[in-house]
């Protein structure tokens, strides 16, 4: 049983339960003569998380190299932390990190709090919605062009140019053309903030890299796709994901409605129980590693699946039942070790402001068709639905 197969895409957690109850790593084929290997135990996607050996920097393999897209462009998309390893990785991370900050973060409220109420607002009156195409994922792209700093009458485009290479071959487009266009904006988008600075979080990237001329334009661009692409459709589907939970258990939802003190708690439930990325992006064993056993060898793929770890009896009392209030939530959604999330404060902020606008709005709020009918978007990344229909009032 393939766990990125369509029976998977629909019904993940008793074939992870499988996987984990078999062996400690599987060698999967992934595509015509290539296999990756997959973690699907709690410990085990820990400690690999952590593994020194495991190098995120895939430059040269074929899954990195696939696609045929030219080599300037991989590199003005790819040169950020998550394509590499310490001593790149931390120097691009902190370089990141000193401006995208906790303080950030809490001044973006306002921001995330409008954008949400504008959103809300064009919904109100509205019997029938697609909850994910007119709420979730127009939410976070907001979010992420008022952190960068992409200007009103950019934001169309930056929407179409996002959803075709992120979407990929879903949708309608052309995501190579996409990402040569995006590539071309971000450029005078980083040439306007020298000339021009603004208090947005690419103007002061910009400042901070040629200072110390630490970042080049490639590492420049590539953060602003990364920031994109981590940071767009992960909440996308945490918002999605979050609401179709609620839906499948009503009485959670009322639960919610009566305290809201659980909102915080039952966002990292549905990061737990459904979450956004259902396995981190994938590692090269530099050497042979070991998992209780069964040694993946080096020069292996491998990818640690966080949807199973975060449904791993080991770790998780109960881990089918779904609870808002379950203490001590130690869930690997957000990742674990030097690559953790640096956007996880976000994540919770947008998810808080989401949750509890839906809920002030709509005491309604209902499935508008049966929720074992709606598709999931297949891959092997992300877990997200395609569509969320539901009744509003
Ligand atoms: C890394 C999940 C939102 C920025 C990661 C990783 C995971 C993750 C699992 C580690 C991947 C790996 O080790 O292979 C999520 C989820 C989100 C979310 C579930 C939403 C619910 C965001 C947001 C941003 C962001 C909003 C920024 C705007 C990043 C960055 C990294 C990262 C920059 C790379 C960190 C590094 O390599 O050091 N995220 N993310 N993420 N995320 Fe997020």
């Known amino acids: 049983m393939h766990p990125f197969g369509p029976e998977a895409?629909?019904?993940?957690?008793?074939?992870?339960?499988?996987?984990r109850e078999e062996a400690p790593a599987h060698e999967i084929p992934l595509a015509e003569n290539f296999t990756a290997w997959l973690i699907t135990r709690y410990d085990d996607a820990r400690r690999a998380l952590n593994d020194p050996r495991l190098s995120k920097n895939m430059a040269g393999n074929p899954i990195r190299s696939g696609g045929g897209w030219p080599d300037e462009l991989r590199a003005a998309m790819d040169s950020?932390?998550?394509?590499?390893?310490?001593?790149?990785?931390?120097?691009?991370?902190?370089?990141?990190?000193?401006v995208f900050t906790a303080r950030r973060i809490a001044d973006l409220r306002p921001d995330v709090q409008r954008i949400s109420d504008e959103l809300l607002d064009g919904l109100a009156g509205r019997d029938e919605v697609d909850l994910i195409g007119e709420y979730a994922f127009p939410l976070p792209l907001q979010v992420i062009c008022e952190l960068l700093g992409v200007p009103m009458d950019d934001r169309d485009s930056f929407r179409e140019w996002s959803n075709t290479i992120i979407a990929g071959a879903l949708v309608q487009g052309d995501p190579l053309a996409a990402a040569t266009a995006m590539n071309a904006y971000v450029r005078s988008l980083v040439e306007r903030k020298r000339a021009e600075p603004d208090n947005a979080l690419l103007s002061a990237l910009v400042t901070a890299a040629d200072e110390g001329d630490r970042l080049t334009e490639n590492e420049l661009t590539s953060l602003v796709f990364l920031l994109l692409i981590a940071g767009h459709e992960t909440t996308v589907n945490l918002i999605g994901n979050g609401v179709f939970v609620l839906l499948n258990h009503p009485e959670q939802l009322a639960r919610l409605r009566a305290d809201r003190k659980l909102v915080s708690p039952a966002i990292e439930e549905f990061l737990r129980y459904e979450s956004p990325v259902k396995t981190a992006t994938f590692r090269l064993a530099t050497e042979p590693v070991e998992f209780d056993g069964v040694t993946v060898p080096a020069g292996a793929v491998v990818m640690v699946s966080l949807l199973s770890a975060n449904h791993d009896p080991q770790a998780f009392a109960d881990p089918e039942r779904f609870d808002p209030a379950r203490s001590d939530n130690q869930h690997l959604a957000f990742g674990h070790g030097i690559h953790y999330c640096l956007g996880?404060?976000?994540?919770?902020?947008?998810?808080?402001?989401?949750?509890?606008?839906?809920l002030d709005r709509f005491p309604k709020l209902r499935a508008a068709q049966p929720l074992d009918e709606l598709i999931w978007r297949p891959g092997a990344l992300l877990r997200g639905l395609d569509r969320l229909p539901v009744m509003l009032n």
């Open 9 to 19: 895409t629909s019904a993940p957690h008793p074939i992870y339960a499988r996987l």
């Open 344 to 358: 996880a404060p976000l994540a919770r902020l947008e998810g808080e402001i989401a949750f509890n606008g839906l």
């Open 80 to 98: 950020h932390m998550l394509s590499n390893d310490p001593p790149e990785h931390t120097r691009l991370r902190r370089l990141v990190s000193s």
